[in-house]
């Protein structure tokens, strides 16, 4: 199929590891032949070998060294009559000479001596001592290769011995299976034992997440579609659509994603396409938006004459999944993937480090970029001269800027190359867009999916690259006949892949910074590349196994930036989040201990604005770059209760009611309030696209969309480019003004989502010059947050009430909060 | 693999007694029953002339041992004589050189020496 991804390659411990840790150096390890089996000769915390653990317990007696080991392939065996007991076995040496051998102690070592022999029995030395081989024979593991090792206890390999005698090829996966039968999940710890614990633990939730993910996304097929047909040069094919079932929420569909198409009607033949999605619901409309990928030739057969009776399905894809899994394994089986100073912090290992030799520039600015103010050359200073380090970027603070201007210095100093990921595209394209500005050589690399859509750094995307090559006159030949007949020969379609393969490697192999999301960190096309630096942008909104894909692939020094106080990580099923899948790798570091280097000046919101989050989430550390006449905007006309305040809590008492899909929320008397707003700030001037309109629930959003198209009595046009959308959309962006639909208003149920204090933080913080909440006080005030939250703005008085053209202070007396919002 | 100086300090994990008497006694009994069937073997002299080859093997060697940790402590070589069906073989080993072999070599070759 076009644009399949090549097979993933899988790291496996090779077949001579150890069976119970995985050690496998081959001068370390015994077969046992007894059971083929192989064997170590660590001890971990048990008081014997591995090898004589297992010979004892499985009752085997005999084993073979490894064919790369020191003696090669010997077996070992007694020399004179050839028993392979090692429980019998001994050494003598010669009594003049460098030699020795091996005998059996029962009987040719305790036979008495020929007076001449020139071997000394009498000094027959035992081939298993304290427990374990001798360690000139079957040396002992390094020290950090059995740190590395999985971690075995002594009654757990007593239970895999057990497991064993029933079935010979059971592993630690059956010995999982065998022990939780409940369907509880294990939880996330903040320490493992080693690698193979981590696995253990996550690979179970990664798993249910992605067995929720596949059953929602198959279980969104709808019919009785409308297509609208588009058609392009290139053969290219567009059909838009409504999907009815997105107002839902529970299935968050994403540019990229791969939807299948069917024609159910009579008018055409049967027909089915699939294509990749390139446009989703937004403030402009809620179409849906297809391109098909097309067979050659197939393009007649699309049923671009129909408009009635389609149908479409998700086609799910368990790549991202796959590639968790698989970064986890590599974590564990291969230990090349971190350092070990890496590995262990990862572990949550106490570790000592020598300090690190950084080459401190004398200059912080980078070219291109901003200046930088104490904060960020005190975070730049510090990751430059620690293998591992967190970076917490409250809002506004330069978050992305500091990223950039720390990949800059990394790729100078540190002569390799950087790996530079986020979890989502958006967020990987604006650091990719920093970075080109520094004079760096940047490659974006996205995933073949996205390759049509459009990106402000769609010029440095490794395909673009590809395509401008003009080093290779042959590959621009062939893209030159692709492009004109859209099909190449067999034998030419050959030529063209491998070239383009070839170039691809070249442009990777060039770059300074290689850009891309987490999850494609996991491509097959960096499989063979090291990356000794690792930076992760927006990592606290990443699940911990997703962060491990870009860290895997050799890193030894690893930058987290993100901010723990905002939104993390999306998790769908409540099982696996409840188990702490929503935790991120870089909140459970901060839990163990490590501090996060803070950024601590805002450039973005209005001082009052930044006060009560400053206070709430930030120990009252964020200080303000801005002061506020550069963020009040006097030429807008609004009714701030207090001039110089451009803040207000509106209280709207409308109730809230289920959503026409039954799974949402909406809050009549709030949506017309906010058109009330949204037309006032036009009056005053403001453009559509300088002002945000953030509710929590999709119910609400679409109806606001819909209230202000009908009820506006400004031009219907500005409305649509007002951007209309989730707190989680608006993480990471700013407005100049933004309006915030609470919705949730009932006498007695809880307030959902508001309840998390990070999304109402992300909430508070989107705003630069202006921040117009409206919700219902009585409701709100009886959470502990938001009690704190309308105290702070009843006490400067912007807590108002009535029309809009007649705002009157407010002097409602609020509920009593339950003690706990957590 | 990676050079890199670290120090990893983890928690001890308690030994279970019963368990560990548990081991002790299948590893006796392991023991006693190996010998016990050999009780009964005939008792072949053990008589076979020492491999032709260099005296004085003890070398300083520095060389990797295959675990790659650090470097590793002086070592003497031996040969260990083997057979490979009826083919005599000898293979060389690198016995540290405190270990009992070595010191009693090193011993005997310092008296032969003074004489
Ligand atoms: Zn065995
Ligand atoms: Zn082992
Ligand atoms: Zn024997």
Not at chain 1, 147 to 158: E, N, V
Not at chain 1, 175 to 186: F, I, K, Q, W
Not at chain 1, 205 to 218: A, C
Not at chain 1, 793 to 821: H, I, M, W
């Amino acid at each position: 199929p076009i644009g399949a991804a090549p097979e993933e390659e899988a790291v496996e411990l090779p077949p001579h590891a150890c069976a119970y840790c995985g050690i496998h150096s081959p001068g370390c390890v015994v077969k046992c032949l007894g059971c083929r089996k192989w064997f170590c000769s660590s001890r971990g915390n048990a008081q014997s070998s591995h090898i004589v653990n297992h010979l004892v317990r499985a009752r085997h007696k005999e084993v073979q060294l490894h064919p790369e080991s020191q003696l090669g392939d010997t077996t070992l065996e007694c020399y004179n009559c050839g028993t392979k007991n090692v429980f019998l076995l001994g050494f003598i040496p010669a009594k003049s000479d460098t030699v020795v051998v091996l005998l059996c102690r029962q009987p040719c070592a305790s036979a008495p001596s020929s007076k001449d022999m020139s071997w000394d029995i009498s000094r027959w030395q035992p081939l298993i001592e304290n427990r374990s081989f001798l360690p000139w024979l079957v040396a002992t593991p390094s020290d950090s290769e059995q740190l590395r090792a999985r971690h075995i206890s002594p009654p757990t390999m007593a239970k895999l011995e057990e497991l064993w005698k029933e079935n010979p090829d059971a592993n630690f996966a059956s010995l999982e299976t065998a022990s939780t039968t409940e369907d509880e999940p294990n939880p996330v710890l903040l320490k493992y034992d080693d690698p193979f614990h981590y696995q253990n633990i996550f690979g179970p939730l990664v798993k249910m997440e992605s067995d929720y993910d596949k059953k929602l996304k198959e279980a969104q097929s709808e019919d009785n579609l409308t297509v609208n047909w588009d058609h392009g040069l290139n053969n290219k094919y567009w059909a838009s659509f409504r999907l009815p079932k997105m107002e839902s929420g529970d299935v968050k569909l994403a540019v990229g994603d791969e939807m299948r198409l069917r024609y159910m009607g009579n008018l055409h033949a049967a027909w089915e396409g699939v294509g990749y999605v390139m446009k989703i619901p937004d403030n402009k409309s809620d179409d849906v938006q297809l391109e098909l990928r097309l067979a050659p030739k197939a393009e007649k057969s699309v049923p671009t004459d129909c408009t009635l009776n389609f149908m479409a399905d998700y086609v799910w894809k368990a790549t991202s999944y796959d590639r968790m899994q698989l970064a986890m394994k590599t974590f564990a089986v291969d230990e090349q993937s971190v350092s070990g100073y890496i590995f262990h912090k990862l572990l949550g290992h106490h570790v000592a480090v020598a300090a690190m030799k950084p080459t401190i520039p004398k200059q912080f600015q980078a070219p291109g970029l901003p200046e930088l103010n104490p904060s960020q050359i005190k975070a730049i200073k510090a990751v430059l001269s620690t293998p591992l380090s967190l970076i917490q970027g409250p809002p506004g603070t330069g978050k992305t800027v500091t990223s950039a201007t720390i990949i800059y210095h990394l790729a100078k100093t540190s002569n390799s190359q950087v790996l530079v990921c986020a979890p989502s595209n958006v967020a990987v394209d604006q650091l990719c867009e920093r970075i080109h500005k520094t004079g760096l050589k940047v490659v974006r690399l996205t995933a073949k999916s996205r390759e049509d859509v459009e990106s402000s750094v769609g010029f440095l995307s490794l395909h673009k690259q590809v395509e401008m090559n003009d080093t290779n006159q042959e590959l621009s030949k062939l893209q030159e006949l692709k492009a004109q007949f859209d099909q190449l020969s067999s034998q030419d379609e050959k030529k063209f892949k491998s070239l383009t393969r070839m170039a691809e490697r070249e442009i990777l192999s060039n770059a300074d910074v290689v850009c891309c999301t987490c999850v494609g960190a996991g491509d097959p096309r960096l499989a063979k590349l090291k990356f000794r630096t690792v930076l992760i942008d927006e990592s606290t909104q990443s699940a911990e196994p997703e962060c491990m894909i870009p860290l895997v692939l050799g890193c030894k020094q690893a930058v987290l930036v993100g901010d723990h106080k905002q939104l993390g990580p999306v998790i769908m099923n409540k099982k696996a989040a409840k188990a702490g899948l929503n935790q991120s790798l870089f909140e459970r570091l901060v839990l163990l201990g490590m501090a996060p280097i803070r950024l601590n000046t805002q450039y973005r919101m209005h001082p009052c604005l930044s006060e009560y989050p400053s206070n709430m989430f930030y120990d009252g550390t964020l200080q303000n770059g801005v002061t506020q006449h550069m963020r009040i905007r006097r030429e807008v006309d609004f009714p701030w209760p207090v001039a110089d305040m451009p803040m207000m809590f509106w209280s709207n008492l409308g109730t809230e009611e289920i959503s026409a899909s039954g799974t949402s929320y909406l809050n009549r008397t709030e949506a017309s309030n906010v058109e009330k707003v949204v037309t006032r700030f036009f009056k005053a001037g403001v453009k559509p696209t300088e002002i945000g309109v953030i509710t929590p629930y999709e119910g609400q959003r679409s109806y606001i969309v819909s209230t202000m198209q009908n009820v506006g009595t400004f031009k219907k046009e500005s409305y649509k480019e007002v951007e209309v959308a989730s707190v989680d959309a608006f993480q990471g962006r700013e407005k100049d003004f933004i309006v915030l639909s609470c919705v949730r208003s009932n006498d007695n149920q809880g307030i959902g989502f508001l309840s998390d204090p990070r999304r109402l933080n992300v909430a508070l913080t989107r705003a630069k010059y202006g921040l117009v909440i409206i919700g219902n006080p009585k409701v709100l005030s009886k959470h502990e947050l938001w009690h704190h939250l309308l105290v702070h703005f009843k006490d400067r008085k912007c807590l108002v009430e009535g029309p809009l053209t007649n705002l009157q202070a407010s002097l409602l007396q609020f509920s009593r909060p339950k003690p706990s919002y957590r | 693999s990676m050079d890199e100086e670290i120090v990893v300090t983890r928690e001890e994990e308690m030994v279970d007694p019963e368990a560990e008497a548990e081991f002790e006694h299948e590893y006796a009994k392991l023991m006693a029953e190996s010998l016990e069937s050999r009780k009964l073997e005939r008792k072949p002299i053990f008589d076979v002339p020492i491999p032709v080859m260099a005296k004085n093997r003890e070398s300083q060697s520095s060389q990797e041992t295959e675990t790659g940790a650090g470097p590793s402590a002086p070592t003497m070589a031996f040969a260990l004589l083997t057979k490979k069906g009826n083919r005599q073989q000898t293979k060389t080993v690198e016995l540290p050189s405190n270990s009992t072999f070595a010191v009693a070599m090193r011993n005997s070759q310092q008296a032969e020496r003074e004489e």
